[in-house]
């Protein structure tokens, strides 16, 4: 058969976890610190005081009750509120490397390759450690695979371009089989001082291997029937950190270096746009809604998937449908429905039809329809 087929996945969880309540607990506790600090100021109507957040106010908001992370301690510290993750040497694998490596062993387990069956790597995520030597250029080397790795980001929807990378890649011969890796560390792009924000994401990195359909051996095998990416400027979803902030040393901590966005205005804007791109897809290869199995919807908002999938079918999803891994894992990038697709697949039968799609910043898009063979 000729094609590219996913024919294994991988997951690296981190061991600590972080529930709603323990996350409100610490940010309470700043909260009322810092209210006591400008009581004057707030008392004088110069400063609003900071109000409170709660485990149900998150739960409602966004449908996530826990999240893991690299680093708990630091990230509930009132005084600190960041992950505590040490720099390493040079001569040391960097910590997307090492959580790289983890999955994307586990994916080349599934597809039943090695490191010599590989011709590339693309390490696909919101945001690198450094900008040069490459993280995929390390993990390849930590794997032992020749050929060539680059690291790409298109923030939430990486994944989903890396697989339309590998794929082209593998189509257009360069390749013949391709580990695309997101080892999404979420936890410290984020503001855990914001009440809007401060529950999002989590850390995690996920794997998948990619090859050509008619070399795959692996048992579970998934034709990528079809790839559609679409991108569209949207300032509603940033992070202006980059090395030019030493450049302009007035705006060094200003909260526009982490994660900010316009809930309201994404979830307005994505929604509908996601939801077309799928419709259009399907319509443009002839397939009705009724005949999907399985939406892997990025894992960033529950309301968001629930909509999604409700225009797409036509009708609420069940949980079969549209699994949720949100609830344990909260918003994890790029790796949000690959870690969706990684535990709920197996049930798929030969023939069985579903879409893997992610979307973020940019605006950007990415969606996969996928066949079990």
Same mark, same amino acid.
């Given at each position: ?77 009132? *005084? ?6 040490? *720099? ?57 695979? !020749? ?17 339309? !990378? ?5 189509? /257009? ?37 990619? *090859? ?63 939801? =077309? ?13 009724? *005949? ?6 990025? !894992? ?8 999604? /999938? ?17 609830? =344990? ?45």
């Amino acid at each position: 058969m000729r094609g590219v087929v996913i024919s294994g996945t991988g997951l690296y969880t981190p061991p600590e976890t972080i529930s709603n309540a323990e996350l409100v607990d610490a940010f309470n506790a700043w909260a009322q610190a810092h209210n006591e600090t400008h009581a004057e100021a707030i008392a004088a109507g110069d400063m609003a005081p900071m109000e409170p957040s709660s485990a149900a106010f998150i739960e409602k908001a966004s449908g996530i009750r826990s999240r893991h992370v690299i680093d708990k301690r630091g990230i509930l510290d009132p *005084e600190r509120m960041v992950p505590d993750i040490p *720099e390493r040497p040079d001569a040391s694998p960097s910590l997307q490397c090492e959580i790289g490596v983890a999955a994307a062993r586990e994916a080349m387990q599934q597809a039943g390759r090695e490191a010599a069956d590989i011709d590339a790597v693309i390490v696909a995520c919101s945001n690198l450690q450094r900008p040069y030597p490459a993280i995929a250029i390390e993990i390849q080397s930590a794997l032992g695979i !020749q050929g060539y790795a680059f690291d790409m980001n298109v923030a939430c929807s990486s994944a989903t371009f890396g697989i339309q !990378q590998a794929r082209d890649a593998i189509l /257009a011969g360069s390749a013949r089989r391709v580990l695309i890796i997101n080892p999404e560390i979420c936890s410290g792009h984020l503001n855990f001082r914001d009440r809007d924000s401060h529950f999002i994401f989590g850390d995690v990195c996920t794997a998948v291997l990619v *090859e050509s359909a008619q070399d795959a051996i692996a048992d579970e095998r998934f034709l990528v029937v079809d790839s559609q990416l679409q991108t569209r400027f949207s300032n509603n979803i940033r992070n202006n950190f980059g090395f030019l902030n030493r450049a302009a040393p007035a705006g060094m901590g200003q909260p526009d270096k982490l994660f900010v966005q316009e809930g309201r205005k994404v979830f307005k804007e994505v929604c509908p746009a996601v939801a =077309e791109q799928i419709g259009e897809q399907l319509r443009r290869l002839e397939l009705a809604p009724g *005949e999907l199995r399985r939406l892997w919807l990025h !894992q960033a908002n529950l309301g968001m998937n629930q909509l999604i /999938a409700r225009r797409v079918l036509g009708r609420e999803a069940s949980a079969e449908e549209a699994p949720t891994i949100l609830d =344990e894992y909260a918003n994890t990038s790029s790796a949000g429905s690959i870690i969706a697709f990684h535990r709920y697949r197996s049930d798929l039968c030969s023939g069985d039809i579903g879409v893997l799609c992610s979307f973020g910043a940019g605006y950007s898009i990415g969606s996969v329809v996928l066949r079990r063979l």
